[in-house]
T-cell receptor, first 115, second 109 residues
């Protein structure tokens, strides 16, 4: 399977706990994006990487959120001290920036529930 | 604020009809435009991308772009019940994507 994968698919946690999600992009893709989506809304941009460099971070992303992409391969998104408002679907997407094409392909997402 | 607007719907069409989905965007510098389909509980699936003014056809789908009017649309011909989903418009004003809220399409048998 050469698509984008995400783990875990579901995560239930208690308020105040830390959680970490993993995304494995399509192997030849150099860009990786994180989004958050709540019911009835489109995906909301969080951050993106080109290779291992984090190039942009949404102003909506609080200091409790951090993302890494060591060696330009998989990426992790960590949420510290989770709050109930963090409950959402967290989506990862990857793309190959070349020749003007910027098509992004999404993974299945990680659904986070904060109790 | 870079915004992408869509009618939330639901848009209901009979099976076999043409479904027309519309999207407007605020950033005139946007150069890349995308339509995604999202089934309930699933992640978005890319349908089409369009970069130049005019029409782009792929099977039953046609994307239309008018940069002067800041408008992009998606036509679905011969709509099928399996097309029932939320359709997301995405615009790339810089290096990241801005998504609209999506239009829910219901194709009635």
């Amino acid at each position: 399977d050469t698509g984008v994968s995400q783990n875990p698919r579901h995560k239930i946690t208690k308020r105040g706990q830390n959680v970490t999600f993993r995304c494995d992009p399509i192997s030849e893709h150099n860009r990786l994006y994180w989004y958050r989506q709540t019911l009835g809304q489109g995906p909301e941009f969080l951050t993106y990487f080109q290779n291992e460099a984090q190039l942009e971070k949404s102003r909506l992303l609080s200091d409790r959120f951090s993302a890494e992409r060591p060696k330009g391969s998989f990426s992790t998104l960590e949420i510290q001290r989770t709050e109930q408002g963090d409950s959402a679907m967290y989506l990862c997407a990857s793309s190959w920036l070349a020749g003007g094409s910027n098509e992004q392909f999404f993974g299945p997402g990680t659904r986070l529930t904060v109790l | 604020q870079k915004e992408v607007e869509q009618n939330s719907g639901p848009l209901s069409v009979p099976e076999g009809a043409i479904a027309s989905l519309n999207c407007t965007y605020s950033d005139r510098g946007s150069q890349s435009f995308f339509w995604y389909r999202q089934y309930s509980g699933k992640s978005p699936e890319l349908i089409m991308s369009i970069y130049s003014n005019g029409d782009k056809e792929d099977g039953r789908f046609t994307a239309q772009l008018n940069k002067a009017s800041q408008y992009v649309s998606l036509l679905i011909r011969d709509s099928q019940p399996s097309d029932s989903a939320t359709y997301l418009c995405a615009v790339m004003p810089g290096q990241n994507f801005v998504f609209g809220p999506g239009t829910r399409l219901s194709v009635l048998p």
